[in-house]
């Protein structure tokens, strides 16, 4: 590859970021990409909720179990 032809990420513009190439959209826009990030995190958290709400009615189950005499 030629010294001339070869460009580092520097070198790139914003309007090279965002170019059209024939009707194909090369890279995603930073909003997107922050629209995924916070998608992630509020999907990770509501799993950690759930995971949390479902250990503290496991041990409710176990605690009535071991009230009855049933364990």
Do not use: H
């Not at 990409?33 to 916070?38: A, D, G, K, R, W």
Request: glycine content about 6%.
């Amino acid at each position: 590859m030629l010294a001339s032809t070869s460009r580092t990420e520097e070198s790139i513009t914003e309007d090279d970021k965002r170019r059209n190439y024939g009707g194909v959209y090369v890279g995603l826009p930073s909003e997107a990409v922050n629209m995924v990030s916070n998608q992630t995190k509020t999907v990770r958290k509501k799993e950690s909720n759930i995971m949390t709400i479902i250990k503290s009615l496991l041990i409710k189950i176990w605690m009535e179990f071991l009230l009855r005499g049933i364990l």
